[in-house]
């Protein structure tokens, strides 16, 4: 079992609200990442993180920003949460070894249901 | 990008039968590597098999890539009831730490 967890699991909410998505990890991983994925479809990549003080965009628009403080943790916040933003959003840690060589490993997830 | 396609979408099988699934890319590659995400939960690392590798085996499972036909197969040999879950392909290439994942095969095997 990986040590990466995200809390809360499931999160129902209504529109407007501000939240927060806790990530922390206990492996010492450098890189971090969170991933929106809609049922039975593709994991898409919101944001990720070098290292301490390095945040970056990924390939998909979000309304989401991130911060990395610590090495452990990684949070994903909403400032406003919309009917659109509903879906499973997955926190996943990596080592960076040379030649990208590297497994990622993902924390159980938490699906977000804005009302 | 060069995101993985897996193939099929969906396979469902008895129990103790094999399982195949595919899975095309695009572009030149550094390694591929294979997850199982069961349903409502995050993924886990399967198997990692590198550009210069044909073949790779754990367990009861079969992974081979052939880098010209930009393709690799995963096979589940024996399967279980415990193996039903979303099996992806993630490709990495260059010096990207992030590897790219495909829509994934959802497999059913009935007990």
Known sequence: ??????????????????????CS???????????????????????YSYGVNSTEKGDLSSESTVSRIRTEHFP????????????????ASSEGLAGGEYEQFFGPGTRLTVL | SQQ???????????EGENATMNCSYK???????????????????????????????SGRLRVTLDTS?????????????ADTASYFCATGAG???????????????HP
């Not at chain 1, 994903?76 to 926190?91: D, G, I, K």
Request: hydrophobic share 30%; proline share 4%.
């Open chain 2, 69 to 81: 036909k930009k393709s690799s197969s995963l096979l589940i040999t024996a399967s279980r009831a």
């Open chain 2, 27 to 57: 572009t030149s590659i550094n390694n591929l590597q294979w997850y199982r995400q069961n349903s409502g939960r995050g993924l886990v690392h399967l198997i990692l098999i590198r550009s210069n590798e044909r073949e790779k085996h």
């Open chain 1, 76 to 91: 994903l916040t909403l400032e406003s949460a919309r009917p659109s933003h509903t879906s499973q959003y997955l926190c």
């Open chain 2, 95 to 109: 010096g990207s730490y992030i590897p790219t994942f495909g829509r994934g095969t959802s497999l059913i095997v």
């Open chain 1, 1 to 22: 079992e990986a040590d990466i967890y995200q809390t809360p699991r499931y999160l129902v909410i209504g529109t407007g609200k501000k939240i927060t998505l806790e």
């Open chain 1, 25 to 47: 990890q206990t492996m010492g991983h450098d890189k971090m990442y969170w991933y929106q994925q809609d049922p039975g479809m593709e994991l898409h990549l919101i944001h």
């Open chain 2, 4 to 14: 993985g396609e897996e193939d099929p979408q969906a396979l469902s099988i008895q």
